[in-house]
Structure formats: C-alpha cells, structure tokens
Nanobody
Framework: QAQLVESGGGLVQAGGSLRLSCAASGGIVSISGMGWYRQAPGKQRELVATITSGGSTNYGNSVKGRFIISRDNAKKTVYLQMNSLTPENTAIYYC????????????????WGQGTQVTVSS
C-alpha cells in the first residue's frame, strides 16, 4: 500500500515563507501527476498547484507568482515553496498523487496525504 507523507507546515507571519514536502513510498512503480490542494475552515478543498512527471505545472489563480511547485521523480517527492504568505493562505494543505501504480497491483489509483496545517498570522 502506497502512502504520502507531508512535512513542512507550521505557523508563519504574514509575508513569510514556508516549504512543504510530500514523499511517496510503498512499492511505487509510477506516478503521473502530483500536487497540492488546500482546505480552509468552512470552505471547499481547492487546487493550489500540480505538476506532471514531465515537469509541466498548473497553479490556482490565487497563488500564481508566489508559490512554486517542483518535483524530484527519483525521490518520488513533490515540494511547494510558498512565498509572500498572507492570512488567506491559512488552511490544511493536502498532497496528491494521481494515477499511482505499485508493485502490489496492476491498477492505477489516486492517493492523498493526511494533510499539514499552515497558519499565517497577521
């Protein structure tokens, strides 16, 4: 069974930066897209950024120009560099891995991490 483990969340002042990491493990053969979503209290989960195995990126409108997603395919890890943070960025950030296949199954499925809290104080 594959799993995604996030790290790097925490408390930061407005204007500061944080870097999130998400490592996939568990007999992984391949992963298609990876990315980050977030969910603030009382709101729906929304896209932050995604990246394909080839490095193509896609960002949510509210984070364009401030957040940078990157990926190390060899380490099966995706990163999210968050700059110029504002209190509106406070949320639980979830790692996502799409069309992931493991040695344990011939099927592809999507996985989610457990989430990491990011809190930005004003």
């Amino acid at each position: 069974q594959a799993q995604l483990v996030e790290s790097g969340g925490g408390l930061v002042q407005a204007g500061g930066s944080l870097r999130l990491s998400c490592a996939a493990s568990g007999g992984i053969v391949s992963i298609s897209g990876m990315g980050w979503y977030r969910q603030a209290p009382g709101k729906q989960r929304e896209l932050v950024a995604t990246i394909t195995s080839g490095g193509s990126t896609n960002y949510g409108n509210s984070v364009k120009g401030r957040f940078i997603i990157s990926r190390d395919n060899a380490k099966k890890t995706v990163y999210l560099q968050m700059n110029s943070l504002t209190p509106e960025n406070t949320a639980i950030y979830y790692c996502y891995a799409g069309s992931l296949r493991t040695i344990f199954s011939s099927t592809y499925r999507d996985y989610w991490g457990q989430g990491t809290q990011v809190t930005v104080s004003s």
